[in-house]
Every structure is written in C-alpha cells, then in structure tokens.
C-alpha cells in the first residue's frame, strides 16, 4: 500500500484535475485505491501497489502515471526545489541543465568507500560541509510528512523523508564528523553482530546481510535503517548524502528475518531506479543547501558495468493475436509511447522498444504486449469468438490414477491424503542409504524453513505418511483396515529446472482382520501377504499388463520366512515392469518405525504394504477371447517341493510343456509329518483344453509326461491325486 497526498500530487499533474478523475484513472490503470481520508485539509488516497511496480511508490511516479493516461505523449514531469518563501518555487519542474548526472569535482571525497561485489549495483554520495541543522523546516514540509505519518525530526531527516515520498529513491544522511577511520566498507556480514538503530532499538545482524561498516562498526543495516551512532542531530556541521540500489534479494531476506520493515525497505526489496540515484542525492543535496546553507564539497558514484537500458522485440502479430485487436505500428507505438517507451527500430514484423529505466518490472515481450493493451484501454478492446486447433494428449498419469483409485475403492479400501513432509531422519531411521533404488540413486530433498524438524524432508516414500496414518487410526479404535493413497514423492535433481524432480505414487497398507469371525465363521481371516499380493495382480491385470516380483532388501520390512540356511536372507520383494522398477512391497517391521510415528505400539497386528510408481502403469489393448465350447479336462497334482523353490517356477514348467495347458491353480498347500525337513506339500490344479476340439487322453499323458520330467529334475517328488 502507498498513501498519496493529493495536494502534492497535484503539484506533478499536467492540468488541474479533481479528486474523482484522479480516483478513477488509478482504478482504470489496474492501481485499486483502498481508502480515502481527509487529513489536514488533504485528501490521503491509499492504492495497492504490485510488487511489481515499485515505481508507483512516489508521488512523481503517481503523477507519472496519471499525465501518461491523460496524454498522447510522454512528458517526465519533475518537481522543482522549494524555497523557504512559500515552499514553493514558479517553475515547478527540475530540468535536466539544472539538475545532471554529471560528477562534481570540487575535491577528493572526504572518506574512502569499499563496496564489495552482489552487494550494490549502483552506490552514490555527496560530501556537504558547513551546514545550519538548527533552522527550521518549512511548514508545507512538516505538514505534508505528517499528513502521511511521518515524524519531523530535523531539517535534513525530513528532507531526506521528504525526496522519498516524491521520488521513491530512499537516501539516508551520515554526519561525517561521526564516521571512525575515514573508510567505510559496504559488505555482506561474516558474523553475527548488534547495533543500536534510529529508532532506539537493538538490531541483530546475521551472516549474508548486507551493512555498511566504519572501523568502529556498523553504521547502517543498509536499505533497512540506520545506526545511532552515526546519526545526524542539531549540532551536525558536515555531513554525507547516500542515495543506493543495494541487492534487493538480500533486503528483503534480512528485512522479513528481522522482522524490521521501514519506508525504505519496502522500496528497496522492490527495487529502485539506478539511473537517477546520483541525480536524487544532487536534488537532495540541493534543497539542504537551500535551506540549512553549507557547500559541496565532492561527490562519489560507484556503478556496476551493466547497459542503462533493456531493449526488447516486439512483434506486431504477436500482440494482435494475444489482444483479439487489429493495431498497426503507428498505433502501438503511440500507445507505448504515452508511457515512456521508445521504438528505436522498426522492420515489416517487429519493432525494437527500450524500455524507459523506471519499469523495473517489463522484462518481456508479454510486458510490453500488457502496456499495449493498459494504454490502448481493455474496455476499447471487443471481445472475439476464439477458434484454435487443439490436439487432444490425454494425461497417462493422471487417467491411471484415476483407474487406479476407481479400482480400489471398489475392492473396498479407503482412500487417505497426508502431508508430504516428513521427519528428518525418517531415512537413517528406516536404514535407505543413497544408494537404494528406493530413491533413484537421488538424494533427499529438504526444507530450507520448515515449521519444525518433524516436517523438514519432502517425502522420497509414502511409507512412513501411511504407516503414521494406519497408527492414528488404531489409536481411535479403527484396526481393519485396507487405506491406500496416490501422492507425490520428491527427490533432488540437478538436470531440471527447478533442481528437484517428482512422482505421482500409488501407497497400499492394510491390517487386521479381512473378515471377522461372526455366523457360520469361528475365526477372523486376518489380511495376509497374499492379500496385498492379490491387490497388486488385481491392479496389473485391469491395465493389461505384466510385472514380476523379485528379491529385494528393504531394512524396514521383515524377512521372508522359511528360508534355507544356503539362500540370503532378503526383506520384501521388488516389482518389476518391462525390467525397470515399477515399486515394492512386503510386511512392515513396526520397530523400526517407533522413533518416527506416533502410537506404533497400538498395532498389534502385521501390517503388509506396497508401493508403485503411477508411471508404470499404462493401458495396453487387450484382445478378446472367447470360452472353448469343447469340453476341458481337469487333473490335481499334489507336489512335495523344498520350501526354497519359489511356487511360481513351478507354474512355469507346467506352462511350458503344452499349449493344451489353459490354466493353472494353487489349491492347498500342506506341511506335516509325511513331508521332508524344509519341504511341504503344493497341490495344483490344472485345466486343459484346445478352442477348435476335443482333447485325447494321449495329449494329456504326453503333456504330463513332460512336465512331471522336468519338475522331478529339481527334485520335486510327485503324487498324484
């Protein structure tokens, strides 16, 4: 918000206009006035400012404005100096002969200034001697400030208050016979340090910030606010003008840190106009010789080697397509040039604008294409039917979920959303080093200032949201559950343009009972590994595709049991899609979650959970087959295996040794006093059967000849059923 006085800005406007005109001009140029109040016979017009746009933060800016709206060309209209007769001189503008850029070379500067690099783009100063801080400030002056809410202090504080309300550059004033050392150092702080500040409070400095320093100390939090040590009084006889376009990243860091926020961070974090600082410290040095006398001694302007000026292409079918308008060169360019933008070269297509030093904020050809449009009036622009062509790409991902999630909660599951951050040390917890497929070979991504450490990392896995979540819900009594979620997990990654990369990701956990005991059931049927194992082929299965399960060790999971002395141990199983991992799944250690997630202990049930990246999943076209109208035969096979030959190999054999085999199933599976130490018994059931005729009995023998050979090779013992 910025608070205008409309007796001043009066002051800048071209013709006399009312109050009302000036009120509805801000709200057609996009600056919404919020309040209109009548102080000291003023009228004080508070309109929102855009971060945007730093240079409405004044009252030329304001008046800039508003003459650009009401004009066909661009005039820059400049207040003149006062004088102290009444307050105000005949010729009301300052004119470039009479104010310039030019150096002064009266003598050497009376203290040497280091500025050290990404610290000020542009650092000017004027030495004054000799000056009477005890007159007093004219009364349009103090009344002007203090209609706006700013306190007189003396003759060159309200001066110095005073140039920046009019022109927006903040300046800050030393007294020289204050500065220790004759060296002053603008530099970003390399240690924690505290001063006193003009406002008679303590200001902790923190390392990066950026200050200005004498060989006592620091003499200004620079763009924020001064010290008191070095503050100009009554008695100041020499003094120095400073008028800066300190870093505006690092104003605003230090200022939101600090909690400090003053007339001139406000506009510094924005951004100043670099082109007129040395100007504005000549104006200001101008108007204190005028009032309090003294002499100018010598100047310094330090500046960054950077070009003046942005020169930006603007192409004239570009604008017409974006508006829905029909413009022609001329007419652009007079719409551009009510607002200070001069077109500096022309061809058939486009023209080449440069952008006047105060738009801080038009770095595009988009920028300028809105300036055409703000001018040439968005009520004068007629609106239009739009026709495109639009080729229709459907979002996989996005489609898949939503598959996905239609999927499960018909299969009866809860859909949950938690947040995506996570402990800290949720990683090292749980045992995933870098070097996990778990996290891409990445690494984590955390917060810079997250509200606590318990939410500092950005989730890579949604194990711990849903294990936590799962916790909270048997701490209210809810212990059957199957929930599932589709989030995002987020890793570094140097390759993209924000340095993070991130995945739509499906996570599955259930426990406790699948059905509860109850008429004609004496037990509960507790959800099983064969159950999250079910999920996943259920999911597959609807998109059409194929996966496989493989070993893998995940540290949070449990071990498989029933495993041989000579097999690895491993914690889980991995999926795999078309061999590229596609996620994982196993039974959930809960120790290894009890630093982490809150009421773990209540879950006293085993907790099985799967996670897969949304990506893996595509519709694939599926073809149709109808039932042979032939009848199929049907035999059982019971099997004594050791317990280390997974059952799935089994299948396969059997798959292979015919293409009369149309099916095959797992019936029972049985461990007693008749089978071997680490073996146990498979029953499967086998369907034959061929589309075009019957089988014969000598297929089926030959077939099972076959396969009966081929499993009793990897010391499968046979018994037929």
């Not at 030019?102 to 280091?114: A, K, L, T, V, W």
């Not at 103090?142 to 903040?170: A, C, F, H």
């Amino acid at each position: 918000m910025f608070k205008v006085s409309f007796e001043w800005l009066s002051d800048f406007l071209r013709r006399k206009i009312s109050l009302d005109e000036v009120l509805e001009i801000l709200n057609l140029q996009g600056f919404e006035v919020k309040t209109i109040e009548e102080i000291n016979n003023d009228n004080v017009i508070t309109i929102e400012v855009k971060a945007n746009r730093p240079d409405m933060l004044s009252h030329i800016g304001v008046a800039r404005e508003i003459n650009s709206f009401l004009s066909d060309n661009f005039v820059e209209d400049e207040r003149s100096e006062f004088t102290l007769e009444n307050g105000l001189e005949d010729d009301k503008y300052l004119k470039d002969n009479k104010i310039s850029e030019d150096r002064i070379e009266n003598s050497e500067f009376p203290i040497e200034i280091e500025i050290e690099e990404n610290t000020s783009e542009r650092f000017s100063a004027i030495a004054i001697n000799n000056i009477d801080n005890n007159v007093s400030t004219p009364e349009i002056i103090k009344r002007r400030l203090e209609t706006l809410g700013i306190n007189t202090v003396n003759p060159v504080v309200d001066l110095s208050n005073y140039i920046m309300l009019e022109w927006g550059q903040p300046t800050h004033v030393y007294d020289l016979d204050k500065i220790s050392g004759k060296k002053v150092f603008v530099k970003k702080s390399i240690k924690k340090e505290n001063f006193l500040t003009l406002a008679d409070k303590n200001f902790e400095v923190s390392l990066g910030d950026i200050v200005i320093k004498d060989s006592e100390g620091i003499v200004c939090m620079a763009g924020i606010i001064g010290s008191q040590r070095v503050e100009t009084d009554f008695n100041s006889k020499n003094i120095i003008i400073e008028s800066a376009c300190f870093e505006k990243i690092a104003i605003r860091t230090t200022s939101r840190r600090s909690h400090v926020s003053t007339p001139a961070s406000l506009r510094f974090e924005r951004g100043v106009n670099c082109e007129k600082s040395l100007k504005i410290a000549k104006i200001l040095a101008h108007k204190i010789i005028k009032l309090c006398g003294g002499e100018i001694q010598s100047d310094f302007d330090f500046r960054e080697e950077k070009s003046d000026f942005i020169d930006i292409k603007l192409r004239l079918q570009r604008v017409n397509n974006i508006l829905g308008t029909s413009l022609n060169f001329k007419e652009m360019k007079k719409c551009l040039n009510k607002y200070g933008f001069v077109s500096i070269l022309e061809d058939s297509n486009e023209l080449t604008i440069r952008v006047p030093s105060f738009r801080l904020d038009i770095n595009e050809e988009i920028d300028l294409i809105e300036e055409v449009a703000r001018s040439f009036g968005y009520n004068n622009i007629k609106p239009k039917n739009l026709i495109t062509e639009v080729v229709y790409r459907e979002n996989e991902v996005y489609s898949a979920g939503s598959k996905i999630r239609n999927i499960l909660v018909g299969l009866g599951c809860n859909e949950v959303i938690t947040y995506s951050f996570i402990p800290d040390n949720t990683m090292q917890v749980l045992g995933i080093d870098d070097n996990s497929e778990l996290l891409f070979g990445s690494k984590n991504v955390f917060l810079n200032n997250p509200i606590s450490n318990f939410y500092s990392l950005m989730r890579p896995t949604l194990v711990f949201s849903l294990v936590n979540n799962l916790a909270h819900n048997y701490s209210v009594g809810n212990s059957d559950l199957v929930l599932f979620e589709l989030g995002r997990i987020y890793f570094k990654d140097p390759s993209s343009d924000t340095g993070c990369s991130e995945f739509d990701t499906l996570g599955i956990i259930m426990s406790g009972n699948r059905i509860n005991r109850g008429w004609g059931i004496k037990n509960d049927v507790k959800f099983d590994f064969y159950d999250i194992n079910s999920f996943v082929k259920i999911l597959y299965n609807e998109f059409g595709q194929n996966f496989k399960f493989i070993d893998a060790d995940y540290p949070f999971l449990i071990p498989e049991k029933n495993i041989s002395e000579n097999e690895a141990e491993h914690r889980g199983f991995e999926i795999r899609v078309n061999n590229e991992y596609a996620g994982f799944l196993g039974e959930i250690n809960t120790k290894k979650f009890a630093e982490l997630a809150f009421n773990t202990k209540l879950i006293k049930n085993q907790i099985f959970y799967c996670e897969i990246l949304v990506k893996s999943f595509h519709d694939l076209k599926k073809t149709l087959k109808f039932e042979s109208k032939f009848p199929s035969v049907i035999r059982q096979y019971n099997f004594m295996c050791p317990k280390t030959i997974p059952a799935n190999k089994i299948e396969m054999i059997i798959k292979k040794s015919s293409k009369i085999v149309q099916n095959i199933e797992i019936k029972d599976i049985y461990e007693g006093k008749e089978t071997l130490d680490n073996s146990h018994f498979l029953l499967f059931e086998v369907i034959y059967r061929l589309p075009n005729r019957t089988l014969t009995t000598e297929e089926i023998e030959n077939t099972e000849r076959i396969f009966l050979d081929n499993l009793q090779n990897i010391n499968i013992i046979i018994k037929r059923v």
